[in-house]
């Protein structure tokens, strides 16, 4: 008898385990959603207020407020981007990504390059309140060939043959 209840109670446990797990799935289904939403917004600004950035800072005199509310932004995303990587929130979603799967693959590689964005956008906005000179389009680089080094290995390439759908 004794033995039957065990049994009954690692079922039940069981079957709430499995409905709980359910549940999870359709609640994060939508989080997923959310986040490759979300993520795609952040790049393309962050995109958008880099490229700025990079012009500015090879002005003769630059516009050293524009500049400091700029690296501001890279820093927060920077530091927020650790966050837009969700398991599931790859090309297995189903959902239109150009972030590849090496992401979850190689995590510490990734991660790796993720904490290297955050140090050189972190630096980068020292030499900004610092004022303008010549290393602030020197780390403004750097900053970019992180933003390179990461999409040449994680994300999608464009080609030419992607438009025609192949
Ligand atoms: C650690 C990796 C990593 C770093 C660092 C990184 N990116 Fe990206 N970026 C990605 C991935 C992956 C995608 C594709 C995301 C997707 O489609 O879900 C992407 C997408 C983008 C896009 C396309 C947005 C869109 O969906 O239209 C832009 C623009 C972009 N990144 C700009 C930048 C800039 C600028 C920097 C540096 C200041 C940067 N990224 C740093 C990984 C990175």
């Known amino acids: 008898m004794k033995r039957n209840y065990q049994h009954g109670i690692l079922i039940g446990a069981a079957l709430v385990g499995m409905m709980g797990g359910s549940f999870a799935a359709l609640a994060s289904e ?46 927060v995303w920077a530091k927020d981007q650790v966050n837009w990587f969700p398991i599931g929130s790859g090309p297995e979603s189903g959902i239109k990504t150009d972030a590849k799967a090496e992401i979850w693959e190689q995590p510490a590689e990734f991660r790796a390059l993720q904490d290297e964005f955050i140090v ?47």
Do not use: W
């Not at 950035?53 to 524009?66: G, T």
């Open 30 to 75: 939508s989080d997923i959603k959310q986040v490759m939403s979300e993520r795609h917004e952040s790049f393309e600004h962050m995109g958008e207020v880099f490229e700025e950035l990079s012009r500015e800072v090879k002005q003769k005199s630059p516009d050293m407020v524009r500049i400091q509310q700029d690296v501001s932004r890279i820093d």
């Open 120 to 166: 050189e956008a972190g630096v980068l906005k020292t030499v900004a309140f610092n004022g303008p000179g010549d290393d602030l389009a020197a780390q403004t680089e750097k900053v970019g060939e992180v933003c390179s080094q990461c999409h040449e290995t994680y994300r999608k390439q464009f080609s030419l043959f992607s438009i025609f759908g192949f």
